[in-house]
């Protein structure tokens, strides 16, 4: 099949619209790879139109389709059609570019495609050009401790005009994957518990906010202040029903080790009887209720429960890495040879259904 995309067009040399800023990206879908001859998997018509400026609606449909092969396509066609004067055009099509190649794990790809950009020396990236500039040393090399200077430069950019609302949630953004990064380095710990702290000064009063500090500060193995801050969540939420509580006293009960109470408390957030919508956080409480019966001694449950989950909901459920990943591991508990690999073979020919471009094949611990 061929690379997305080799292909040179009569653009200035140097100008934004330069097909010689595009990286070979190869085509072929890991998961496609995976499947054997006799197995097939609904097909994504890919641009193969390189004359052709594609709409942003067309663009965004990408998007929503996770058709991030079609997307890397589009936009490089678009952008070696739009005029070199047309800056802003031009950044914003190289975003959509640039968020293609991310969700395609070609981060060395993206981050040598914005390096050249860069010495075209034009002002003005967009905010999310400039996010994902930020973390490709992170995703591309590994190097947090860079893609933390870089996210710190733009939220010290956004704090000098946080009179502006948009600012403000910007920076609150930011400040979320600064503490991400600081998690991914060795010793990083201490200082996103830092930056966290320093991010619930100015959100003490937003209960997602705290009950996300909470959580985190679980994680490190912090306790007493994890407690501490679920109790402040407790006192902001009028219901005492509400989704959030629930779930925090679920992951607090995990923490001590009282599984059947947190198995409970999960069950009563996760309700896919259909009552009521479905959204992420139910899938969640789902998925971690299944993780409940592994630790109560009960692998078979887990299955049946996390495959009763993807099946009911293939596109929310059933393309979750996570979940996916945490069925394999169950079958690895549970089953061997032959009737293992055939499980994991049907789960992928599953998931394979649904799953859009760049699924993490590792999920199936193959």
Request: charged content about 20%; some cysteine.
């Amino acid at each position: 099949m061929a690379s997305l995309l080799g292909i040179r067009n009569s653009a200035t040399k140097g100008a934004l619209n330069d097909g010689s800023l595009f990286e070979h990206i190869p085509l072929e879908d890991p998961l496609d790879q995976l499947l054997s001859g006799s197995e097939t998997r609904p097909r994504r018509q890919v641009p193969s139109d390189f004359s052709t400026a594609y709409s942003y609606d067309l663009l965004n449909q990408y998007i929503s389709g996770a058709q991030w092969r079609s997307l890397a396509l589009a936009s490089s066609s678009t952008i070696l059609k739009t005029p070199a004067h047309q800056l802003s055009a031009l950044l914003k099509l190289w975003t959509y570019r640039t968020l293609a190649l991310c969700n395609l794990r070609q981060f060395a790809a993206a981050s040598r495609e914005l390096h050249r950009l860069e010495q075209a020396g034009v002002a003005g990236w967009p905010f999310e050009l400039r996010v994902l500039r930020a973390q490709l040393p992170g995703l591309a090399h590994h190097d947090w401790l860079l893609a933390i200077e870089q996210l710190s430069a733009l939220t010290r950019a956004c704090q000098r005009r946080s009179h502006d609302p948009l600012c403000r949630e910007r920076m609150f953004r930011l400040q979320l994957l600064t503490i991400g990064a600081c998690l991914r380095i060795r010793g990083g710990a201490e200082l996103a518990l830092s930056l966290l702290n320093r991010l619930l000064l100015s959100s003490a009063d937003d209960p997602r906010v705290v009950s996300g500090a909470a959580r985190i500060h679980l994680q490190l193995g912090c306790l007493e202040r994890a407690n501490e801050l679920f109790g402040k969540v407790e006192a902001l939420v009028q219901a005492k029903d509400d989704k959030l509580l629930l779930m925090n006293r679920a992951f607090c009960a995990v923490a001590a080790g009282r599984w059947e109470q947190a198995k409970e408390l999960f069950a009563s957030v996760a309700d896919l009887s259909g009552e009521q919508p479905i959204d992420a956080d139910r899938i969640s409480a789902a998925n971690n209720l299944a993780l409940c019966e592994l630790y109560l001694g009960n692998p078979q449950s887990m299955l049946n429960m996390l495959q009763h989950l993807m099946v009911s909901l293939p596109a929310a459920a059933g393309t979750s890495e996570e979940l996916v990943f945490n069925y394999c591991t169950g079958l690895d508990l549970h089953y061997d040879g032959a009737k293992l690999r055939d499980a994991k073979a049907k789960k992928l020919s599953e998931v394979a259904i649904w799953a859009g471009d760049g699924f993490d094949t590792a999920s199936f611990k193959l």
